[in-house]
């Protein structure tokens, strides 16, 4: 790089840490990603080993995983549970024997030679893959994370899952993307299809592509740094800004709101979501989810919430509760719509109760448009 005195100017300053920080800010989540997927591979492989020749095997029996997950959180382990163990003993079957392969070379400066030793001479190949695979296994570690892998592990059929690898590889995609495409059955409609390079084509045509910088955002990153997630969710600087004042002005009202959670992490099905703020409404003894949107109303954002809600209503209401109800907010430039998510409640006399304990819609809205203001001053 030329960085000669006579060619400097402010413009080109600028433009050089920009770029300076998006390279090397791209390759410090390449790296964290590599690194993650292995350790999720290598606990996988440790978990199968132990299964087929571990001498106390037959204590543990069925509930191996439960009491492995146990022992790791008193460690300081914590949050790596027995569905997630029981996905990595799934993700090496499905991947095994990597260390094989010769291009495996260029993993290893990611795995220390002390742990490298630990591998067994003969992986497990109960699910096995072709002698010659489409591409090295060692190529998918460095260009897929591990959120991808999560989705393609859930494949059974390899060759369909040989082919959303390859299409995930050369369109580059996100992982929203990969299971988008999984969903709307790209690989069958690829088979029927008489003109597959069209086909092909539209199909990448209108990909979203993953963004480096957000693969920190992975939930699977925050349990391997120790992250909390309101640490790197927040969706711009406004958006946490709005947060925080919305939470001192729900706490300031009086109406009962107790703080409970920020982005709080719960898992629907196997896809991790994080509801912005969670409180305990302690008139209404109920808990209370709030989401925040800059963007306009779909009905998407309220069937998100209303899942929340119901998710609330199934796993977290204790006995006395009444059922958890949700505010979603949702902002432009100049209006704001303020929505109440019910979980399904049929009875209106409760409905009507707790709209007279709740903040009116106008004066959140009012609010939101302030804060919005301000923050554009």
């Known amino acids: 790089m030329n960085t000669n005195r006579h060619e400097w100017n402010f413009g080109k300053l600028v433009g050089m840490i920009r770029h300076v920080h998006e390279e090397l800010a791209a390759q410090a989540g390449k790296a964290v990603n590599i ?38 959180a008193e460690g300081g382990m914590e949050g790596v549970a027995a569905r997630s ?34 591998l067994p001479a003969k992986s497990m190949r109960t699910l096995s893959q072709p002698k010659q695979p489409v591409i090295p296994a060692s190529d998918l ?3 897929l994370s591990f959120s991808h892998f999560a989705e393609l592990i859930a494949i059974p059929d390899e060759t369909k899952r040989t082919f959303y690898e390859i299409e995930c590889i050369r369109g580059n995609w996100s992982v929203r993307e990969l299971k988008r495409q999984i969903g709307s059955l790209y690989y069958e409609r690829s088979d029927l299809s ?14 979203e592509a993953a963004d480096p910088k957000l693969a920190i955002r992975d939930p699977y990153i925050f349990e391997f740094l120790g992250l909390k997630p309101r640490e790197v969710m927040s969706e711009s600087h406004l958006e946490e800004q709005l947060l925080d004042k919305l939470q001192e002005f729900l706490l300031e009202l009086g109406h009962g709101f107790c703080f409970e959670a920020r982005q709080k992490r719960i898992l629907l099905g196997d896809t991790h979501n994080f509801v912005d703020l969670v409180f305990y409404h302690r008139i209404l003894k109920c808990h209370v989810l709030v989401e925040l949107k800059l963007e306009q109303f779909s009905h998407e954002n309220i069937g998100q919430l209303n ?17 958890p109800i949700g505010i979603l907010l949702c902002t432009q430039r100049d209006r704001t719509l303020v929505e109440y998510a019910l979980a399904g409640m ?32």
């Open 194 to 207: 008489k003109d597959k390079k069209k086909l092909a084509a539209l199909a990448q045509e209108n990909a």
């Open 346 to 377: 049929d009875n209106g006399l409760f409905v009507s109760k707790y709209q007279l304990e709740l903040p009116k819609k106008e004066d959140m809205e009012r609010f939101i448009e302030e804060q919005v203001r301000e923050s554009e001053t």
């Open 307 to 323: 899942t929340y809600v119901s998710w609330y209503k199934k796993n977290m209401m204790s006995e006395g509760d009444n059922p």
């Open 85 to 118: 163990l029981r996905q990595y003993r799934q993700f090496y079957l499905v991947y095994p024997g990597i260390w094989q392969t010769p291009s495996a070379k260029s993993l290893e400066n990611f795995v220390p030679l002390s742990i490298r030793q630990t």
């Open 35 to 72: 690194s993650l997927t292995l350790r999720n591979w290598l606990f996988g492989c440790y978990i199968a080993e132990y299964e087929q020749s571990g001498a106390d095997r037959a204590e543990y029996g069925a509930r191996l995983l439960e009491n492995l997950s146990s022992h790791l």
């Open 141 to 143: 570690f460095q260009k």
